[in-house]
């Protein structure tokens, strides 16, 4: 596959009720297709999200938005700007980060989660500074990709982004 230059394509989902962001790196091309995050039938992100709040899985774009927002979660994504073979995050260059201050600015976040070793990597490298005073926890990929997580263990490696909103309630 040849490396393709991605600007993001999708606005980040958020209000000022978000206390948490979940940041992922760059929409795949299912998502860019679908015009919403983890839209790949087999990303899991969704079903993680649906078993961590004891809720039924949020079906289509609209119905994720406000899964998210009534939830107090910010979603969107490290990157502004990539180079990028398909969805291989291990293949990105020329990487150009999102302004997370404009979400910052907006709510009063509590605490931020990247979804995957290169959106924490990405966000360490280029994004720490902008939200100063607001914490950061690496998760794990709920990407194909990482099929060696079950669903069960996904879940419960996303725990931390339920207290973060449990401790700001």
């Known amino acids: 596959m040849e490396p393709t230059h991605i600007e993001h394509p999708l606005e980040p989902i958020f209000d000022a009720r978000s206390r948490v962001l979940v940041l992922g790196t760059m929409p795949s091309p299912k998502s860019r297709e679908a015009g919403f995050y983890y839209a790949h039938p087999q990303n899991r992100f969704w079903k993680v999200m649906a078993a961590l709040f004891e809720e039924p899985e949020p079906l289509g774009n609209e119905a994720r938005a406000a899964f998210m927002l009534e939830r107090r979660v910010a979603l969107w994504d490290v990157l502004a700007s990539c180079t ?86």
């Open 84 to 169: 990028i073979e398909g969805a291989s995050d291990a293949s990105i260059s020329n990487a150009r980060p999102n302004d997370l201050s404009r979400i910052g600015l907006a709510a009063p976040l509590e605490a931020m989660f990247t979804t995957g070793s290169k959106a924490t990597g990405l966000y360490r490298r280029f994004c720490a500074g902008m939200l100063p005073g607001v914490p950061h926890v690496g998760l794990p990929s709920t990407s194909p990709a990482n099929a060696r997580m079950r669903l069960a263990d996904l879940v419960e490696a996303y725990r931390p982004l339920l207290d973060a909103l449990r401790r700001s309630a």
